[in-house]
Protein backbone atom coordinates (compact mmCIF):
# COMPACT_ATOMS: atom_id res chain seq x y z
CA UNK A 1 0.00 0.00 0.00
CA UNK A 2 1.31 3.45 -0.59
CA UNK A 3 2.52 5.86 2.14
CA UNK A 4 0.05 8.83 1.95
CA UNK A 5 1.59 10.37 4.85
CA UNK A 6 3.14 13.61 4.22
CA UNK A 7 7.22 13.75 4.85
CA UNK A 8 8.00 16.67 6.77
CA UNK A 9 11.21 18.27 8.70
CA UNK A 10 10.23 20.36 11.63
CA UNK A 11 12.58 23.42 11.75
CA UNK A 12 11.48 25.17 14.53
CA UNK A 13 12.54 27.79 17.62
CA UNK A 14 10.99 25.62 19.98
CA UNK A 15 10.09 27.92 22.88
CA UNK A 16 8.96 25.72 26.36
CA UNK A 17 7.45 24.71 28.32
CA UNK A 18 4.58 25.78 26.22
CA UNK A 19 4.00 28.36 23.35
CA UNK A 20 2.92 28.40 19.74
CA UNK A 21 5.41 26.41 19.13
CA UNK A 22 5.19 23.28 21.41
CA UNK A 23 1.34 23.38 20.84
CA UNK A 24 2.60 23.47 17.32
CA UNK A 25 4.71 20.10 17.65
CA UNK A 26 2.17 18.66 19.57
CA UNK A 27 -0.62 19.28 16.35
CA UNK A 28 2.14 17.39 14.11
CA UNK A 29 2.99 14.69 16.85
CA UNK A 30 -0.88 13.89 16.88
CA UNK A 31 -1.64 13.94 13.40
CA UNK A 32 -2.32 10.67 11.19
CA UNK A 33 -1.18 12.19 7.78
CA UNK A 34 2.45 13.40 8.76
CA UNK A 35 5.59 11.80 8.90
CA UNK A 36 7.71 13.71 10.72
CA UNK A 37 11.20 13.12 9.67
CA UNK A 38 12.87 14.72 12.32
CA UNK A 39 13.11 18.32 14.46
CA UNK A 40 15.94 20.67 13.69
CA UNK A 41 15.97 23.76 15.87
CA UNK A 42 17.36 27.41 15.45
CA UNK A 43 17.60 29.96 18.24
CA UNK A 44 15.58 32.77 18.34
CA UNK A 45 12.47 32.57 21.04
CA UNK A 46 15.31 30.59 22.93
CA UNK A 47 18.78 29.66 22.67
CA UNK A 48 18.85 26.50 20.55
CA UNK A 49 20.82 24.33 23.30
CA UNK A 50 17.59 25.23 25.71
CA UNK A 51 14.99 24.40 22.77
CA UNK A 52 16.94 21.63 22.32
CA UNK A 53 16.44 20.08 25.74
CA UNK A 54 12.52 21.12 25.10
CA UNK A 55 11.87 19.26 21.80
CA UNK A 56 13.75 16.07 22.98
CA UNK A 57 11.69 15.82 26.99
CA UNK A 58 8.40 16.64 24.71
CA UNK A 59 9.51 13.89 21.99
CA UNK A 60 9.75 11.36 25.25
CA UNK A 61 6.92 12.49 26.90
CA UNK A 62 4.44 12.07 24.26
CA UNK A 63 5.86 8.40 24.18
CA UNK A 64 7.90 9.69 20.07
CA UNK A 65 11.61 8.60 21.24
CA UNK A 66 12.10 7.27 17.50
CA UNK A 67 11.86 11.15 16.20
CA UNK A 68 15.23 12.34 15.83
CA UNK A 69 16.39 16.05 17.13
CA UNK A 70 19.01 17.94 15.35
CA UNK A 71 20.91 20.90 16.90
CA UNK A 72 20.45 23.81 14.59
CA UNK A 73 22.23 27.14 14.17
CA UNK A 74 23.04 29.19 17.64
CA UNK A 75 23.19 32.43 15.93
CA UNK A 76 22.18 34.43 13.52
CA UNK A 77 23.85 34.83 10.51
CA UNK A 78 25.02 38.44 10.79
CA UNK A 79 22.37 40.16 13.48
CA UNK A 80 23.97 40.19 17.03
CA UNK A 81 22.36 40.45 20.82
CA UNK A 82 24.25 43.81 21.05
CA UNK A 83 23.00 45.40 17.37
CA UNK A 84 19.52 44.06 18.30
CA UNK A 85 19.68 45.76 21.61
CA UNK A 86 20.68 49.08 20.20
CA UNK A 87 18.10 49.19 17.56
CA UNK A 88 15.74 48.79 20.02
CA UNK A 89 16.94 51.78 21.79
CA UNK A 90 17.49 54.25 18.85
CA UNK A 91 14.28 52.76 16.73
CA UNK A 92 11.86 51.00 19.44
CA UNK A 93 9.21 48.22 17.97
CA UNK A 94 8.24 47.88 14.47
CA UNK A 95 6.49 50.30 12.74
CA UNK A 96 2.93 49.18 12.84
CA UNK A 97 1.84 47.25 15.63
CA UNK A 98 3.96 46.09 18.83
CA UNK A 99 6.36 43.43 17.41
CA UNK A 100 9.53 44.82 19.77
CA UNK A 101 10.04 41.25 20.67
CA UNK A 102 13.88 40.40 21.19
CA UNK A 103 13.57 36.96 22.14
CA UNK A 104 16.71 35.42 23.44
CA UNK A 105 18.48 38.63 22.14
CA UNK A 106 16.80 40.11 25.67
CA UNK A 107 18.07 41.51 28.69
CA UNK A 108 16.84 38.00 30.34
CA UNK A 109 16.70 35.97 27.48
CA UNK A 110 19.62 33.31 29.45
CA UNK A 111 22.63 32.31 28.03
CA UNK A 112 23.87 30.36 24.57
CA UNK A 113 25.31 27.56 26.19
CA UNK A 114 23.34 27.19 29.62
CA UNK A 115 20.18 24.67 29.71
CA UNK A 116 18.40 25.63 32.76
CA UNK A 117 16.15 22.80 34.48
CA UNK A 118 12.96 22.09 33.17
CA UNK A 119 9.81 22.28 34.79
CA UNK A 120 6.58 19.97 35.47
CA UNK A 121 5.29 18.16 33.35
CA UNK A 122 8.82 17.86 31.98
CA UNK A 123 10.63 17.70 35.20
CA UNK A 124 14.20 16.33 33.89
CA UNK A 125 16.10 16.75 31.04
CA UNK A 126 15.36 13.88 28.39
CA UNK A 127 17.24 10.37 28.41
CA UNK A 128 17.47 10.41 24.56
CA UNK A 129 20.20 12.60 22.94
CA UNK A 130 20.25 14.91 19.89
CA UNK A 131 21.93 14.24 16.09
CA UNK A 132 25.47 14.08 16.05
CA UNK A 133 24.61 15.65 12.46
CA UNK A 134 23.58 19.84 12.34
CA UNK A 135 20.39 20.57 11.10
CA UNK A 136 21.76 21.92 7.86
CA UNK A 137 23.18 18.90 7.22
CA UNK A 138 20.46 16.68 8.43
CA UNK A 139 18.09 18.98 5.60
CA UNK A 140 20.17 18.68 2.73
CA UNK A 141 20.35 14.95 3.33
CA UNK A 142 16.82 14.52 3.81
CA UNK A 143 15.98 16.05 0.44
CA UNK A 144 18.26 14.15 -1.43
CA UNK A 145 17.03 11.03 0.12
CA UNK A 146 13.28 12.02 -1.20
CA UNK A 147 13.25 14.05 -3.90
CA UNK A 148 10.04 16.43 -4.32
CA UNK A 149 8.61 14.65 -1.60
CA UNK A 150 9.55 16.79 1.56
CA UNK A 151 8.18 19.74 3.24
CA UNK A 152 9.59 21.91 5.23
CA UNK A 153 8.32 23.65 7.94
CA UNK A 154 10.35 26.60 9.07
CA UNK A 155 8.31 27.76 12.58
CA UNK A 156 11.75 30.30 13.81
CA UNK A 157 13.99 32.03 12.05
CA UNK A 158 15.53 31.02 8.46
CA UNK A 159 18.94 30.64 9.58
CA UNK A 160 19.02 26.73 9.09
CA UNK A 161 17.03 26.73 5.62
CA UNK A 162 19.61 29.90 4.28
CA UNK A 163 22.45 27.33 5.04
CA UNK A 164 20.71 24.50 3.32
CA UNK A 165 19.96 26.30 0.50
CA UNK A 166 23.66 28.05 -0.13
CA UNK A 167 25.44 24.91 1.06
CA UNK A 168 23.38 23.09 -1.45
CA UNK A 169 21.48 24.91 -3.83
CA UNK A 170 20.50 21.53 -5.56
CA UNK A 171 18.05 20.84 -2.69
CA UNK A 172 16.02 23.64 -3.68
CA UNK A 173 14.26 22.44 -6.94
CA UNK A 174 13.55 19.29 -5.02
CA UNK A 175 11.88 20.67 -2.18
CA UNK A 176 8.28 19.89 -2.05
CA UNK A 177 7.21 22.59 -0.17
CA UNK A 178 8.58 25.54 2.76
CA UNK A 179 5.91 26.81 4.58
CA UNK A 180 6.74 30.26 6.81
CA UNK A 181 5.62 31.95 9.33
CA UNK A 182 6.89 36.19 9.23
CA UNK A 183 6.17 39.56 8.07
CA UNK A 184 3.04 41.22 8.04
CA UNK A 185 1.23 44.13 6.33
CA UNK A 186 -1.16 45.50 8.17
CA UNK A 187 -0.73 44.57 11.49
CA UNK A 188 3.28 45.16 12.10
CA UNK A 189 5.55 45.71 9.22
CA UNK A 190 7.45 42.62 9.81
CA UNK A 191 8.14 39.56 12.79
CA UNK A 192 10.68 38.52 14.80
CA UNK A 193 11.51 35.12 12.70
CA UNK A 194 12.26 38.14 10.52
CA UNK A 195 14.24 40.57 11.83
CA UNK A 196 15.92 38.50 14.30
CA UNK A 197 18.10 37.10 10.99
CA UNK A 198 17.26 39.40 8.03
CA UNK A 199 19.79 38.27 5.97
CA UNK A 200 18.90 34.83 6.46
CA UNK A 201 15.36 35.55 5.83
CA UNK A 202 16.33 37.21 2.48
CA UNK A 203 18.53 34.18 1.06
CA UNK A 204 15.36 32.02 2.26
CA UNK A 205 12.77 34.13 0.31
CA UNK A 206 15.53 34.91 -2.85
CA UNK A 207 15.95 30.70 -2.92
CA UNK A 208 13.38 30.30 -5.43
CA UNK A 209 11.89 27.29 -3.82
CA UNK A 210 9.07 25.82 -5.64
CA UNK A 211 6.38 26.51 -3.90
CA UNK A 212 6.94 28.87 -0.48
CA UNK A 213 3.69 29.17 1.57
CA UNK A 214 3.49 32.10 4.28
CA UNK A 215 1.30 32.60 7.19
CA UNK A 216 1.74 36.29 8.23
CA UNK A 217 1.19 38.40 11.35
CA UNK A 218 -2.21 39.50 9.97
CA UNK A 219 -3.96 36.02 9.20
CA UNK A 220 -2.24 34.69 13.26
CA UNK A 221 -3.94 37.67 14.37
CA UNK A 222 -7.73 36.12 13.67
CA UNK A 223 -7.17 33.45 15.89
CA UNK A 224 -6.14 33.66 19.45
CA UNK A 225 -5.76 30.12 21.98
CA UNK A 226 -7.82 31.31 24.56
CA UNK A 227 -10.59 32.16 22.03
CA UNK A 228 -13.88 30.19 22.33
CA UNK A 229 -13.11 27.70 25.47
CA UNK A 230 -10.42 26.10 23.66
CA UNK A 231 -7.89 25.55 27.14
CA UNK A 232 -10.67 24.66 29.41
CA UNK A 233 -12.23 22.13 26.65
CA UNK A 234 -8.79 20.60 26.35
CA UNK A 235 -7.78 20.49 29.90
CA UNK A 236 -10.94 18.68 30.83
CA UNK A 237 -10.51 16.09 27.56
CA UNK A 238 -7.14 15.97 26.75
CA UNK A 239 -4.64 13.09 28.30
CA UNK A 240 -1.73 13.68 30.31
CA UNK A 241 0.68 15.40 29.23
CA UNK A 242 -1.13 17.57 26.93
CA UNK A 243 -4.13 18.00 29.55
CA UNK A 244 -0.95 19.05 32.09
CA UNK A 245 0.91 21.84 29.83
CA UNK A 246 -2.42 23.21 29.19
CA UNK A 247 -3.83 23.45 32.59
CA UNK A 248 -0.57 24.64 34.11
CA UNK A 249 0.62 26.92 31.09
CA UNK A 250 -2.40 28.23 29.76
CA UNK A 251 -5.35 27.69 32.44
CA UNK A 252 -3.96 28.94 35.34
CA UNK A 253 -2.06 31.69 34.23
CA UNK A 254 -5.34 32.79 32.62
CA UNK A 255 -7.56 32.19 36.06
CA UNK A 256 -4.94 33.87 37.84
CA UNK A 257 -5.05 36.74 35.58
CA UNK A 258 -8.17 37.19 33.40
CA UNK A 259 -7.51 40.09 31.79
CA UNK A 260 -4.16 38.25 30.28
CA UNK A 261 -4.41 38.44 26.47
CA UNK A 262 -3.20 35.07 24.95
CA UNK A 263 -1.06 34.59 22.15
CA UNK A 264 -2.11 34.68 18.53
CA UNK A 265 -1.95 31.01 16.95
CA UNK A 266 0.80 31.47 13.68
CA UNK A 267 2.72 28.11 14.33
CA UNK A 268 -0.60 26.25 14.75
CA UNK A 269 -1.93 27.88 11.54
CA UNK A 270 1.27 26.60 9.79
CA UNK A 271 0.71 22.60 11.45
CA UNK A 272 -2.76 22.88 10.17
CA UNK A 273 -1.54 23.92 6.44
CA UNK A 274 0.13 20.98 6.70
CA UNK A 275 -2.42 18.85 8.02
CA UNK A 276 -5.29 20.09 6.30
CA UNK A 277 -4.81 22.72 4.05
CA UNK A 278 -8.50 23.15 2.52
CA UNK A 279 -9.08 24.72 5.90
CA UNK A 280 -7.04 28.00 4.19
CA UNK A 281 -9.44 29.34 1.86
CA UNK A 282 -7.00 30.49 -0.91
CA UNK A 283 -4.17 32.83 -0.91
CA UNK A 284 -2.98 35.61 -2.77
CA UNK A 285 0.53 35.37 -5.40
CA UNK A 286 2.67 38.04 -4.14
CA UNK A 287 6.58 38.76 -4.37
CA UNK A 288 8.67 39.00 -1.17
CA UNK A 289 11.70 41.06 -0.11
CA UNK A 290 13.90 41.93 2.98
CA UNK A 291 15.32 44.77 4.49
CA UNK A 292 18.91 44.37 5.79
CA UNK A 293 20.01 47.87 6.15
CA UNK A 294 21.19 48.44 9.91
CA UNK A 295 18.71 50.88 11.23
CA UNK A 296 15.12 50.80 12.35
CA UNK A 297 14.06 48.93 9.39
CA UNK A 298 16.08 45.99 9.47
CA UNK A 299 13.51 43.26 9.09
CA UNK A 300 10.98 44.65 7.52
CA UNK A 301 9.05 42.86 4.74
CA UNK A 302 8.78 44.53 1.83
CA UNK A 303 5.87 43.29 -0.87
CA UNK A 304 4.29 43.37 -4.34
CA UNK A 305 1.58 41.29 -5.77
CA UNK A 306 2.15 38.34 -8.41
CA UNK A 307 2.60 40.66 -10.97
CA UNK A 308 4.93 42.62 -12.72
CA UNK A 309 4.91 45.85 -15.37
CA UNK A 310 5.76 45.71 -18.93
CA UNK A 311 8.98 47.57 -18.28
CA UNK A 312 11.08 45.73 -20.49
CA UNK A 313 13.65 46.26 -17.57
CA UNK A 314 11.51 44.59 -15.31
CA UNK A 315 12.46 47.62 -12.62
CA UNK A 316 10.10 50.73 -11.00
CA UNK A 317 8.57 51.67 -8.37
CA UNK A 318 5.86 49.49 -9.44
CA UNK A 319 7.55 46.41 -9.88
CA UNK A 320 9.58 43.77 -7.28
CA UNK A 321 12.89 43.95 -6.52
CA UNK A 322 14.87 42.19 -8.96
CA UNK A 323 15.92 39.28 -6.47
CA UNK A 324 12.24 39.37 -4.84
CA UNK A 325 10.88 35.63 -4.01
CA UNK A 326 7.61 34.71 -5.32
CA UNK A 327 5.13 33.22 -2.43
CA UNK A 328 1.37 32.19 -1.92
CA UNK A 329 0.13 33.87 1.05
CA UNK A 330 -2.46 32.85 3.10
CA UNK A 331 -5.26 34.24 3.62
CA UNK A 332 -8.84 33.18 5.17
CA UNK A 333 -9.19 30.86 7.66
CA UNK A 334 -12.40 28.79 7.98
CA UNK A 335 -12.19 29.68 12.42
CA UNK A 336 -14.63 26.95 12.90
CA UNK A 337 -12.71 24.06 11.10
CA UNK A 338 -9.73 25.09 12.59
CA UNK A 339 -11.24 24.85 16.38
CA UNK A 340 -12.17 21.27 15.47
CA UNK A 341 -8.94 20.15 14.04
CA UNK A 342 -7.00 21.59 16.59
CA UNK A 343 -9.42 20.02 19.62
CA UNK A 344 -9.39 16.60 17.87
CA UNK A 345 -5.95 16.60 18.05
CA UNK A 346 -5.59 17.73 21.44
CA UNK A 347 -7.77 15.33 22.95
CA UNK A 348 -7.38 12.36 21.05
CA UNK A 349 -5.70 9.75 22.31
CA UNK A 350 -1.87 10.62 22.83
CA UNK A 351 -0.17 8.72 19.78
CA UNK A 352 2.96 6.58 20.79
CA UNK A 353 5.03 5.25 18.99
CA UNK A 354 4.55 1.10 18.33
CA UNK A 355 8.18 0.23 18.62
Not at 38 to 64: F, H, N, P
Not at 78 to 92: D, L, S
Not at 174 to 186: A, L, R
Request: charged share 25%; aromatic share 8%.
Amino acid sequence: MTDTKKKLIYDQDHRGPLSTDTVATLMLLQADNIDLLGISTVTCDMWAKQETAYALRLLEIMGRPEVPVHLGAQEPLVNTKAEAQMRYQMFGSRTLGNEGYLGCFANDGGSRDEVEPLPPPYSQFAKIKAQDEPAADFIIRTIRAHPNEVTIYCGGPMTNLALAAVLAPDIVPITKEVIFMGGGIHHSTSSVNVYFDAEAAKIGFRAGWPKLTLVTTDLAEEVHLADDGKVDYIVDHAQSPIRDLFQLYEQKPQRDNPGRQSFRMPDEMMAAHAIDPSIFSGFDEMYIDIVTHNDGHYGDTSFWDGKRSDDSLGIGLSNPSVKAGRVQVLHGIDKERFRELFLDLMTRPIHRSQT
